[in-house]
C-alpha cells in the first residue's frame, strides 16, 4: 500500500448517516467564527467592514454595503460586531482578512470555523498532500 493510499483512509458511514440532510446556518451545523473588538484600540474607521469577503461586518449605523456605495463616507462608523443569521450561526469564515487591515490591532479572533460532522464527510484526510498529476 502507497502512502496516498494509506491516507485515504476509508470512513464507513451508517445509512442514518447518510440519510441526515445537512443544516449548515444552525451551530449545529457548523461552528461558524467569531470575532474580538477591542473597543480601547478601534478607531471605527470601517476598513474591517469593507474588506470582509463574507460581508459578516455591520455597526449600529453602517453596512459594508453603505461604505462601498459612498452611503456612508467619512467619520467614524462605530465599532464593528460579527452579525448572527435568524438561526443563530454567522457568516464569519474566522479568514482574519478584518484583522491583517486593522491598522490598530484592534480585532482578534475568539472562535474559529469549525465544521461539525457535514463538513467532515467530505473526503479529508489528516494530512495535506499535493494533489494528483493526470
Known sequence: MTTRENDMKKVQYSLFDRMR???YDTPRGI????????????????ICISI?????????????????????SGGKYGIPRVTKTKRGATL???CFDC??????????IRTHLDPNFYYKRLTQTDTMTMPRQY
Do not use: Q, W, Y
Open 21 to 23: 440532510i445537512p443544516d
Open 31 to 46: 461552528n461558524s467564527g467569531d470575532l474580538i473588538f477591542d473597543g480601547d484600540k478601534c478607531r471605527e474607521c470601517g
Open 52 to 72: 470582509c469577503p463574507g460581508g459578516c461586518l455591520i455597526t449600529d449605523t453602517v453596512t459594508k454595503m453603505d461604505i462601498l456605495s459612498g452611503k456612508a
Open 92 to 94: 464569519c469564515v474566522a
Open 99 to 108: 484583522g491583517a487591515v486593522c491598522p490598530h490591532g484592534a480585532i482578534s
